[in-house]
């Protein structure tokens, strides 16, 4: 079952058009891996592990506007595991019912930052995220 984080929509999110911009829903799909990290990924290990899962794709649809005070539910839960990169697959709802505002698939490599590069997803980290897989996402 997927991780859900609360968004309210607030004014400063909006463009000239009344609707949520498009730049806004990177930082909302931001939030929520955060939120799931922190109660799903053992972020104290992670922060200290001095590895940085950075992200070098996003794949966005928008299906339809969110406006001011909607509430919204991100979903997230890892889709796939490869040796070098993982994929979180993230969906934006309206809070409480199955419309989609917006669909994610964010791909992500383990950095290290002592190496200055990126490093094979294995150990620890790789438990972590299978743990945290969505079997739903595939």
Do not use: C
Request: net charge negative; proline share 2%; no cysteine.
């Amino acid at each position: 079952m997927p991780h859900l984080t609360s968004i309210k929509v607030r004014g400063y999110h909006l463009d000239l058009y009344g609707h949520v911009n498009n730049a806004r829903y990177l930082e909302f799909l931001e939030e929520a891996r955060w939120t799931f990290f922190e109660e799903h990924g053992d972020l104290p290990w992670f922060l200290s592990s001095g590895l940085a899962l950075v992200v070098v794709n996003i794949n966005i649809d928008y299906r339809r506007p969110a406006l001011m005070n909607e509430e919204l539910a991100v979903s997230s839960g890892v889709k796939s595991i490869g040796r070098r990169s993982a994929v979180i697959h993230q969906r934006v709802m309206l809070a409480g019912t199955g419309t989609v505002v917006a669909e994610a698939d964010v791909t992500f490599v383990v950095f290290d930052g002592k190496l200055g590069r990126a490093v094979e997803l294995d150990g620890r980290l790789k438990e972590l995220l299978e743990a945290m897989r969505d079997q739903d996402a595939d």
